[in-house]
């Protein structure tokens, strides 16, 4: 089955790894628990190799697919990484071979029936599929407030379809494997302004609607988040809720 590619963050991709937060430790030290063996893991569009970084600790060799050239090419290099351009419903990945399937907030994207037969054909038996995501983020109730403007407001019409995927915590995910019990992860980074609106940049819908309009939506909240944040260095705790799903190939 040829599935179309909804390619986003391509254009961008260095942007991308630069601002997006990072996945925390404790999530990859859980995900290597529940695995049966370590000999291969594959992270299914691994984007510029965030995820497939921090599983290498713990697997012998991972297959970090994207469909995505630009994503590849700008994917951070590991000794036990082999990154491959390739969707995620048709991986070039050999059967029975790969130990943990991990996709990390790109799930909203694939075709899931298409996926889950990938999946399927790839997994050894015991293995495990683990997906996430993450929605809003949370600074402190003022900046909060700016953000859910941007978001919803001016944003609102120019995300993708898909992002209701996202904010219900990937809850409608049906997959045709056993279910896991998920324990709850946060994501928390430390950053100062500039690099908040960095990463406010990278969301599709702002690149959609800078695409349509030739200004960046972000500009319209500059000036009030900045007297709202303080000094520009100042450095804020700033939080994401992870929703993990877990499912296991049966025997």
């Known amino acids: 089955m040829k599935v179309k590619f909804k390619d986003y963050f391509s254009k961008d991709s260095e942007e991308y790894a630069r601002f997006r937060p990072g996945y925390p430790a404790e999530l990859f030290s ?16 691994t984007g510029t190799g965030q995820s497939a970084v921090s599983l290498s600790d713990y697997f012998s060799e991972v297959i970090a697919t994207d469909a ?12 036990g990484i082999t ?7 048709d991986s070039n990945i050999e059967d029975n ?17 298409a996926f889950s037969k990938e999946a399927n054909r790839v997994l050894k038996d015991k293995g495990v599929i683990s997906v996430w995501a993450y929605n809003l983020l949370s600074v402190q109730e003022d900046v909060d407030e700016i953000i859910y403007y941007l978001y919803n407001a001016i ?50 819908a702002t690149k959609q609607y800078q695409e349509k ?3 960046n939506p972000v500009e319209e909240i500059h000036e009030k988040i900045t007297k709202t944040w303080g000094e520009s260095e100042k450095v804020l ?8 799903r877990l499912w296991q190939k049966n025997t």
Not at 70 to 77: G, L, S
């Open 83 to 89: 990154y491959q351009v390739a969707t995620a419903e």
């Open 30 to 45: 859980y995900l290597s628990s529940i695995a049966d063996q370590h000999q291969k893991a594959w992270d299914c569009a």
């Open 155 to 204: 944003l609102g019409e120019y995300w993708p379809k898909e992002r209701k995927m996202v904010e219900d915590g990937y809850k409608s995910i049906r997959l045709p494997f056993k279910e896991m019990e998920a324990p709850v992860f946060n994501m928390i980074a430390e950053w100062n302004l500039s690099r908040l609106i960095g990463y406010l940049c990278t969301w599709s």
């Open 68 to 79: 995505s050239k630009t994503q590849i090419k700008n994917a951070e290099k590991k000794h």
């Open 97 to 113: 071979s790969i130990d943990l399937i991990t996709v990390s907030q790109a799930f909203h994207w694939f075709n899931i029936e």
């Open 237 to 244: 705790s700033v939080k994401w809720p992870l929703k993990l």
């Open 213 to 215: 309009f030739g200004v």
